[in-house]
């Protein structure tokens, strides 16, 4: 079956440090796939994704994620963690020919100040 | 342009009571999607609309949940009778285009249901 394993449940980093969240996903067919963030008492917003092409994939609020398919693997980068970072980030995988999406648990990153 | 609606943002019930919450898509957006994410889990699809058509509602507890999206616009999902296990927060999503691998899904605020 599809599915997407996040490691990690929370994260915590300093300010001004790298931020790094794992992501591998499982897929019987090229995948698509996906990083939402959810801030607090918010819903989802799309950071990026991945579909196909250029395997380094740029987001918004300086967010990037590599597609490597021989790790299975779509981790999120940012190079300088911010304050306002702090959120829960989703990976999610597209994992048939049609628009349904299967999500992660979900990370919980925390800056230190 | 305006988000995706939901109403209300919180509930508190109790078990066996109903409940109904409401979504409204953003503007002329066909698919519409209703989520249930559980405390420490990702969102789980429950139903999914193609303007005021079911596509999927195969993960819908159908014995107690139903959904409507009438004139393929708003939408409402209902709980009827609530058990402590559906305390979760319920999103509503919507996308502009029909079924295409890779749309964006715009979510709402979501709405905080207790059952006690």
């Known amino acids: 079956a599809q599915s997407v394993t996040q490691l990690g449940s929370h994260v915590s980093v300093s300010e001004g440090a790298l931020v790094l969240l794992r992501c591998n996903y499982s897929s019987s067919v090229p995948p698509y796939l996906f990083w939402y963030v959810q801030y607090p008492n918010q819903g989802l917003q799309l950071l990026l994704k991945y579909t196909t092409g250029a395997t380094l994939v740029k987001g918004i609020n300086g967010f990037e994620a590599e597609f490597k398919k021989s790790e299975t693997s779509f981790h999120l980068t940012k190079p300088s963690a911010h304050m306002s970072d702090a959120a829960e980030y989703f990976c999610?995988?597209?994992?048939?020919?049609?628009?349904?999406?299967?999500f992660g648990k979900g990370t919980r990153l925390h800056i230190l100040p | 342009e305006a988000g995706v609606a939901q109403s209300p943002r919180y509930k508190i019930i109790e078990k066996r009571q109903s409940v109904a919450f409401w979504c409204n898509p953003i503007?002329?957006?066909?698919?519409l999607y209703w989520y249930q994410q559980i405390l420490g889990q990702g969102p789980k699809l429950l139903i999914q609309f193609q303007n005021n058509g079911v596509v999927d509602d195969s993960q819908l507890p159908k014995d107690r949940f139903s959904a409507e999206r009438l004139k393929g616009v708003d939408s409402t999902l209902k709980i009827q009778p609530a058990k402590l296990e559906d305390s979760a927060v319920y999103l509503c999503a919507s996308s502009p285009t029909a079924r295409t691998r890779g749309n964006e899904q715009f979510f709402g605020p979501g709405t905080r249901l207790t059952v006690l």
């Open positions: 999610a995988v597209s994992p048939n020919r049609d628009d349904k999406i299967i």
């Open positions: 503007s002329g957006h066909a698919t």
